[in-house]
């Protein structure tokens, strides 16, 4: 278990080094005015669930968005990159968030979290660090991805389970549906801003293995600097393997754990395998855990 702790914490260290390195700007790709994009980031990080409700009765009307059902203070992400603004005096809405999105399209996070606990203590004001990404100010504007808020139950939603409405409105107009976009939507492992250092430990099982290439299914993941944890991860990831990626053998026994080199070209398909990746600038494509976009560093195979 020695090891895997040094390497933590080699692997915090590298991060910090990163941070300092990682000053710079990044530019965006500016998506053509008043369209929506075609394919929209998904507006949480993390296990959800959510049906289409749209149009649904509601004591105030017609239900204007879908209900993403997710836990408590999970992170709510930009929808596409945009100007957000913060919105704190409807009491039925709660602590609140307009996305103006690059395209022209509009989206409404509603009932954001104003929480201080871990339960529905109500403690917490429409602020950033509570309802509203830390350290977001209104009227940033914020990249595809970016961390946004918190889902919560502020407002009407008191009391239910948290949960973000989310409402699309084209060109700035009348809501649609957000189903259609949410089913095509692409979700994120981890939400990070665009050109910061970030690293992740991916524990999951092989699916298929050469020496330049890990393929797994995820069941969990942690990310680091933002301390995100996330459980019951159905996913499969394709990672890419670099020649300098430490590749162990990892055996408990007697209550002590033992590490030995080994090779991937061993793995076992469905063997339990735990990867830290390389620390790294996040960019939307390791966000998104496109196919190789992420690199390994540490690579942990039970027998
Ligand atoms: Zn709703």
Redesign the pocket.
Known sequence: MRRHRTTARGVLLLLLGLGLAAAGGSATAQTPPNKTPPKIIFPVVGPTMYSD?FGDP?PQGR?????IMAPRKAAAVAAESGKVKFWTTSAAAGCMLYLYGDSGTTYLY??LNNDLGSGNDNKGKCVAGVAYARGLKAGAHVQAGQQVGYVGDSGD?NGIHP?L?FEVHPNGKGAVDPYPYLQKAQHLLFSAVPGTPFALSLTGTVVAATPAKLQMNLTSLQAWPSNLKLTNLRQTLTLTVPPTALVQSVARIGGGVTASVASLLNARKGAQVVVWTQPALATLKAQRGDDGALSAALIQLAP
């Open positions: 409700d509601r239900h204007e968005g879908n209900d509603i009932h939603a949960h409405h």
